[in-house]
């Protein structure tokens, strides 16, 4: 973290203190993340149409947000891999959706939206194709929504938080680019905590995340864990 690193931490104790983990995670649960992001993530399926998604038979976490959220970047973090997802200089370079095998859990990376490189037919295709993978997926345990940590939530957002709503599909908030974030962050996330009450399939606590520094890496991992272990 450089020299910022005091004046990080003093944000981090602040904002943890509005905002912790629920539950917050043991070194037990910070260990089983470890593991199991550590072991073989295998690219197996990438799906344009319904007819090509792969049979749903793990655990699936689905990670989704606007193009230029730091998605792909977020996903190499957590599995430690700087290639598994591309990190494009253009932003909606994603075009389908991508499935990557691990032991006991599927992560899916969705198609960016509310900005896209691609002709409008393509966009139009994706925008069908994933509310009818949201709703139609029985082993999909949580969507992780990233937001962009210094805008919070725009239009395109609470666009996909009611689809994600009418689907029942829960979703969990992921905050990015915690390191460019301004200072003010907390009343950004005040404003974002009252507005996830009013969505009912939205879990109220929020992950605080950079890719970049680490930060929140091994909290998001043991969350991720803790949902692959889950029984039906």
Known sequence: MGDHA??????????????????????A????????????CRFVA????????????????AFLGRSNVGKSSLVNALTGRTTLARVSRTPGRTRQILFFEMTRLMLVDLPGYGFAAAPKHEIERWSKLMPRYAKGRAGLKRALLLIDARHGFMPAD???MTLLDQAAVSYQIVLTKYDKAPGALGKTLEAMA?????????????????????????ELRAAVATLAAAKE
């Not at 104790?13 to 917050?24: D, G, N, R, S």
């Not at 990438?46 to 976490?61: I, K, M």
């Not at 969505?199 to 930060?215: D, I, R």
């Open 29 to 40: 649960m910070i260990e089983a993340g470890r593991l199991l992001f550590a072991q073989e």
């Open 194 to 218: 009252a507005e996830l009450k009013t969505h009912t399939a939205a879990h109220p606590q929020m992950h605080l995340t950079s890719a970049h520094e680490g930060f929140g890496i091994a």
């Open 46 to 61: 990438a799906a344009a149409l319904e007819h090509e998604l792969p049979p749903d038979t793990l655990p699936e976490v």
């Open 6 to 27: 005091p004046r990080r931490r003093g944000q981090v104790a602040a904002l943890l203190a509005l905002f912790p983990p629920e539950p917050a995670p043991d070194a």
């Open 158 to 160: 609470r666009d996909f």
